[in-house]
């Protein structure tokens, strides 16, 4: 795992952006929301730079 401070920081906007997503998709009973908000929570911790993490969270957010 990497320490950087501009990946920790994608990752603490990510995640908060995914946790959001995460309760709003289960009150409203919405599962591509729901997988998506996963996503958020989970692609910040298991990419290695902020460049792969700004992709895939992007393009999850665009989908």
Do not use: E
Request: glycine fraction near 12%.
């Amino acid at each position: 795992m990497d320490f950087d401070p501009v990946n920790l920081g994608l990752g603490f906007v990510f995640g908060t952006i995914g946790i959001a997503l995460v309760r709003w998709a289960r009150k409203q009973s919405r599962l591509p929301h729901l997988v998506a908000g996963i996503v958020l929570l989970i692609a910040p911790y298991l990419s290695s730079s902020p460049a792969m993490t700004l992709g895939v969270c992007g393009v999850t957010l665009g989908l």
